[in-house]
């Protein structure tokens, strides 16, 4: 039984991820960061479940969940806007 309920579980990663590698590319590396992001954010989902099995793992999903944010900051280039909107606040 645990055999057939691993090969579902497997396919349906497969799936969940077929979108993200589809479209990916070797010479392009943002392609691996989605992917990389992908993973962090069902890991984080687990650990927020009933299904986790640490103490810690309401804390440790928080954790990942900040990672992804920061991820979002850096890899969208959040921050050089603000950047320039402070540089267009400063008095010349």
Same mark, same amino acid.
């Given at each position: 039984? +645990? ?6 579980? !497997?396919?349906? #990663?497969?799936?969940? =991820? %077929? ?11 943002? +392609? ?6 992908? !993973?962090?954010? #069902?890991?984080?989902? =687990? %650990? ?45």
């Amino acid at each position: 039984m +645990y055999w057939f309920k691993r090969k579902y579980q !497997q396919i349906k #990663r497969v799936i969940d =991820f %077929l979108p993200i590698i589809w479209k990916g590319f070797d010479f392009d590396y943002i +392609y691996s960061i989605e992917l990389f992001k992908k !993973q962090l954010e #069902r890991q984080a989902t =687990f %650990l927020e479940s009933d299904r986790a099995l640490t103490m810690e793992a309401q804390k440790n999903a928080k954790k990942i969940r900040t990672a992804l944010r920061l991820m979002d900051i850096v890899y969208d280039e959040k921050y050089v806007d603000d950047v320039f909107i402070h540089l267009e606040e400063l008095p010349w």
